[in-house]
């Protein structure tokens, strides 16, 4: 497999994904700009979207993949069709039973999210009315993280990477059509949510059924369960349970902590962090989809030297490609932020300059973000998750340290910071373990590698610094098209510099080609 070629794929997929993610929020916050009724969608729609990544995303794809892998390599078609009906089977009945749980006890799960609300008692019911509207949605998103596991196993990127479009082409639909139409118009979001999760599970099932690995649900969970391969899922379940948990435990503090600052806090944090998720997604992510199969398999050949030859590969084209976007985030965050946001009466001066500041503080950790979504896999394809789960409770000690030393002297802009940092430490501590059990041997040229990045970088900053200085990016409101072709420019000359820095240094991107054996 040429994994250059995969990565392209599944990067352009994943481009259009958030090319209609950043085309939703533009639409949101021009109608409802960075407000109580935004602050509540966000919370309710950040509860079921947690437990999705417990049960179904996170933790279950980093024991399943793996598993699956070894018995796709080594125990035949029919034993792997078997485990992958009895693996449906118990994660839809669990996932369904959670989301029961979770329409009933909506405002509870609302107030442990963000306390704060409970001072907006309109804000707090439109939130736990939104809440029992999206619970249902991790359901349908367990089973696409099932199909998920099962294409990318096979090789089959397109699909999964696609999926997410739909969700955003729902919430870009009830934006623009059903919105207007409703007495509450935010809560055309929270049914978006929902039609998206039925269409994301329709994609998968005709892509399944090529491969021959249409899951079979069937209605006696506890005998699924007593499947030994099965069995394996949940225990390497329950520790990677225990290490998303960690994570998303410090997202529910940081949210709580957003619901008791200034107004619009919330959301502020919530479009930084969809402009962050756009080269989060379009390298750490497609690069973590693409090398957790790849790594497995070399594992269950115990082929080291392709091991670590993946690794090295990744690391590479990471810091070739997360600096310079590290660098704009914090360089551009007026311009991108006032390109995208800055519409309408709704999303003011103030919420670009507070947008802004949180974005800076984002990119600070991009790069953290990204490796740690290159390195953990490292240790999911040998099914060792603990050592992940142990550096990720550390993590949530520092930052929340973090967030008592930041949030009083930068507010909100504290929260993002301190979770950047924790993700810089992350990556560290998880790049330490890999080299101490010397799983990864880094390739020789990394010194001069990083020199000429660094160079490029600079080089990168000045150019975007200058040429974002020639305009007056709020006042070209009224001219959004001049508005947005003013940053194209800048990002064309910004990119132009540094790629072309890199080839006069030297650099050819046919080093970055690869093969997965």
């Not at 409970?118 to 359901?139: G, K, L, N």
Request: with cysteine; proline share 4%; glycine share 8%.
């Amino acid at each position: 497999m040429n994994l250059h070629k995969t990565l392209a794929t599944v990067s352009g997929m994943t481009m259009l994904s958030r090319v209609t993610g950043l085309l939703r929020e533009v639409l949101i916050a021009r109608a409802f700009g960075a407000s109580a009724y935004t602050d509540a969608f966000i919370i309710a729609f950040r509860i079921p979207n947690l437990l999705r990544r417990l049960f179904a995303e996170g933790a279950f794809s980093q024991a399943f993949v793996p598993i699956l892998a070894e018995y796709k390599t080594q125990k035949g078609e029919a034993a792997t069709k078997e485990l992958i009906d009895h693996v449906a089977t118990v994660l839809v009945w669990a996932v369904l039973l959670t989301a029961l749980v979770g329409v009933l006890a909506a405002p509870v799960v609302v107030y442990l999210m963000a306390s704060g609300l409970q001072d907006q008692p309109e804000t707090f019911a439109m939130a736990s009315v939104m809440t029992r509207i999206m619970f249902p949605y991790i359901a349908f998103m367990a089973f696409v993280a099932l199909a998920g596991g099962i294409l990318n196993t096979w090789r089959s990127f397109k699909v999964p990477a696609f999926t997410p479009v739909l969700l955003n082409l729902a919430f870009i639909g009830a934006s623009l059509f059903v919105a207007p139409h409703m007495d509450e118009p935010i809560y055309a979001l929270a049914i978006a949510v929902v039609v998206g999760g039925i269409l994301q599970v329709a994609i998968q099932v005709p892509a399944l059924r090529r491969i021959g690995m249409l899951p079979r649900i069937g209605l006696r969970p506890r005998q699924a369960m007593r499947d030994p391969g099965v069995q394996r899922v949940l225990k390497q379940m329950a520790p990677a349970l225990f290490g998303v948990s960690v994570a998303q435990i410090s997202l529910i503090i940081n949210t709580n902590i957003a619901s008791h600052l200034q107004t619009g806090s919330v959301s502020w944090l919530g479009y930084a962090d969809r402009l962050m998720e756009f080269p989060t997604a379009l390298l750490g992510v497609a690069l973590g989809t693409i090398l957790l199969p790849s790594l497995s398999r070399a594992h269950s050949a115990g082929d080291s030297e392709e091991y670590s030859g993946l690794l090295d590969w990744g690391l590479r084209l990471t810091f070739l490609l997360a600096l310079p976007a590290a660098v704009g985030l914090g360089v551009l965050s007026e311009p991108l932020t006032t390109a995208l946001f800055h519409y309408g009466d709704k999303f003011d001066a103030q919420d670009v300059a507070m947008t802004a500041r949180a974005l800076v503080a984002y990119g600070v950790g991009l790069i953290g973000f990204i490796l740690v979504k290159i390195l953990a896999p490292a240790f999911y394809a040998k099914q060792d998750i603990r050592t992940p789960v142990k550096i990720a409770v550390g993590v949530l000690i520092v930052t929340q340290l973090l967030n008592i030393a930041l949030v009083p002297l930068i507010a909100h802009a504290g929260l993002a910071l301190s979770i950047g940092l924790g993700a810089c430490i992350n990556a560290g501590f998880l790049f330490l373990g890999l080299r101490r059990r010397k799983l990864y041997t880094a390739r020789p040229g990394w010194g001069l590698f990083m020199v000429r990045l660094v160079a490029a970088l600079f080089l990168l900053a000045g150019v975007a610094m200058w040429t974002a200085a020639q305009f007056d990016w709020l006042a070209l409101k009224s001219a959004p098209l001049m508005r947005i072709g003013a940053l194209a420019l800048v990002l064309a000359a910004s990119g132009a510099v540094y790629f072309g820095a890199l080839l006069v240094m030297g650099f050819r991107f046919g080093d970055f080609r690869r093969s997965s054996r």
